[in-house]
């Protein structure tokens, strides 16, 4: 039993106008390059950045608990200490 299966052939023409309504379609939700268009972009950017950023902190977070690095601590900050002087994993 042969593992490719022969397929029936597309017609070119057929082809080139699948092809070109594509190629108009594409065109038309095509972003300009407006202020606003650009504001958006950098500001999907911006969060995708800092999505990168968090998991990255987080990661590396889980690993030094992982490892016994970090202690934990059940009783609550002084009011001295700020949450992240706590390292509580």
Do not use: R, W
Request: charged share 10%; with cysteine; proline share 6%.
């Amino acid at each position: 039993m042969p593992l490719i299966n022969k397929t029936s052939q597309v017609n070119p023409t057929q082809l080139l106008t699948i092809a070109q309504e594509l190629k108009q379609s594409l065109q038309a939700i095509q972003p300009d390059n407006s202020k606003t268009s650009q504001t958006i972009t950098f500001a999907l950017v911006a969060i995708a950045m800092m999505g990168v950023f968090v998991y990255h902190y987080i990661k590396s977070h889980e690993e030094l608990c992982s490892q016994g690095v970090l202690i934990n601590s059940a009783k609550s900050p002084e009011p001295s200490q700020s949450l992240t002087q706590n390292n509580l994993c």
